[in-house]
């Protein structure tokens, strides 16, 4: 199994462009995330998924957005980048919220708007 | 004030040293997470726990649910060791909030 992967791993954006950064799991996991993770900060989770058709807004959602039409694919759309999208960007999967399931992470994509 | 605070910050070791980096939280919580972050991005996942005590090799982390406190604690460090730690609490859902995360450098 390649576990979490995204791509692209870095990006440098122009202020009001628009990516896509894609993220794939190949567990069959039902649960997905996306969080951002700024200098010195915890971090922050901007959407989830607890399943094909279903994503709902974590803590900083603004200037994002989601869709997950399958169970591997969990992608996030940024529209009109701004210097504070700076960040590195984490997707992570899990099979369910039970206990003993561990989030998986991918290797990140490093994300700098100028 | 954050839900979740770890202390140190940062930490210098001796290899071969007792360490330990602490978590407090403030919110009612389902499970403790702890995870390392690699010096090239990399996470993955050390513990789940909700009670007690678990242990994976050198690694031990503890938790009290009472005093809303969770310990991670490295037997022998080594320098491979070095890595930043991330405490994060699941509150009652699927959700987690992350600490900011400790930095730990063991030195040779």
Same mark, same amino acid.
């Given at each position: 199994?390649? +576990?979490?992967?995204?791509?692209?791993?870095?990006?440098?954006?122009?202020?009001?462009?628009?990516?896509?950064?894609?993220?794939?799991?190949?567990?069959?996991?039902?649960?997905?995330?996306?969080?951002?993770?700024?200098?010195?900060?915890?971090?922050?989770?901007?959407?989830?998924?607890?399943?094909?058709?279903?994503?709902?807004?974590?803590?900083?959602?603004?200037?994002?957005?989601?869709?997950?039409?399958?169970?591997?694919?969990?992608?996030?759309?940024?529209?009109? @980048? @701004?210097?504070?999208?700076?960040?590195?960007?984490?997707?992570?999967?899990?099979?369910?919220? @039970?206990?003993?399931?561990?989030?998986?992470? +991918?290797?990140?994509?490093?994300?700098?708007?100028? | 004030?954050?839900?979740?605070?770890?202390?140190?910050?940062?930490?210098?070791?001796?290899?071969?040293?007792? #360490?330990? #980096?602490?978590?407090?939280?403030?919110?009612?919580?389902?499970?403790?997470?702890?995870?390392?972050?690699?010096?090239?991005?990399?996470?993955?996942?050390?513990?789940?726990?909700?009670?007690?005590?678990?242990?994976?090799?050198?690694?031990?982390?503890?938790?009290?649910?009472?005093?809303?406190?969770?310990?991670?604690?490295?037997?022998?460090?080594?320098?491979?060791?070095?890595?930043?730690?991330?405490?994060?609490?699941?509150?009652?859902?699927?959700?987690?909030?992350?600490?900011?995360?400790?930095?730990?450098?063991?030195?040779?």
């Amino acid at each position: 199994n390649a +576990g979490v992967t995204q791509t692209p791993k870095f990006r440098i954006l122009k202020i009001g462009q628009s990516m896509t950064l894609q993220c794939t799991q190949d567990m069959n996991h039902n649960y997905m995330y996306w969080y951002r993770q700024d200098p010195g900060m915890g971090l922050k989770l901007i959407y989830y998924s607890v399943g094909a058709g279903i994503t709902d807004k974590g803590e900083v959602p603004n200037g994002y957005n989601v869709s997950r039409s399958t169970t591997e694919d969990f992608p996030l759309r940024l529209e009109l @980048a @701004a210097p504070s999208q700076t960040s590195v960007y984490f997707c992570a999967s899990r099979l369910t919220s @039970a206990i003993y399931n561990e989030q998986f992470f +991918g290797p990140g994509t490093r994300l700098t708007v100028l | 004030k954050n839900e979740v605070e770890q202390s140190p910050q940062n930490l210098t070791a001796q290899e071969g040293e007792f #360490i330990t #980096i602490n978590c407090s939280y403030s919110v009612g919580i389902s499970a403790l997470h702890w995870l390392q972050q690699h010096p090239g991005g990399g996470i993955v996942s050390l513990f789940m726990l909700s009670s007690g005590k678990k242990k994976h090799g050198r690694l031990i982390a503890t938790i009290n649910i009472q005093e809303k406190h969770s310990s991670l604690h490295i037997t022998a460090s080594h320098p491979r060791d070095s890595a930043v730690y991330i405490c994060a609490v699941e509150e009652y859902g699927n959700k987690l909030v992350f600490g900011a995360g400790t930095i730990l450098r063991v030195k040779s």
